[in-house]
Nanobody, 114 residues
Framework: VQLQASGGGLVQAGGSLRLSCAAS????????MGWHRQAPGKQRELVAT???????YYGDSVKGRCSISRDNAKNTVYLLMNSLKPDDTAVYYC?????????WGQGTQVTVSS
């Protein structure tokens, strides 16, 4: 499945963004969908995942500030990020999990200014 991430941008610290990940095909049977991020000079980090049954998981760095959801009818996954911090600045990638993270989108840049 091809994934198209969108919704990134420049936001002030404390602000919010909602990222979207549109899939070219059905996501209803994909075991999990997720968001990862990579900041300059850092390794890619898992931000949040959501299973086909709708169960979420959040990385420690965003726990309590993010909410992941999926709309299977629209083949879209969302990541709502609140209380953004400059440390959240990164390229955010959506991905599909089929035993491994096998399908990746192109990424959307999130920049948080202090």
């Amino acid at each position: 499945v091809q994934l198209q991430a969108s919704g990134g941008g420049l936001v002030q610290a404390g602000g919010s963004l909602r990222l979207s990940c549109a899939a070219s095909g059905s996501i209803s049977n994909i075991a999990a969908m997720g968001w990862h991020r990579q900041a300059p000079g850092k390794q890619r980090e898992l931000v949040a995942t959501i299973t086909s049954g709708g169960f979420p998981y959040y990385g420690d760095s965003v726990k309590g500030r993010c909410s992941i959801s999926r709309d299977n009818a629209k083949n879209t996954v969302y990541l709502l990020m609140n209380s953004l911090k400059p440390d959240d600045t990164a390229v955010y990638y959506c991905a599909a999990y089929r035993g491994t993270w096998s399908d990746w989108g192109q990424g959307t840049q999130v920049t948080v200014s202090s």
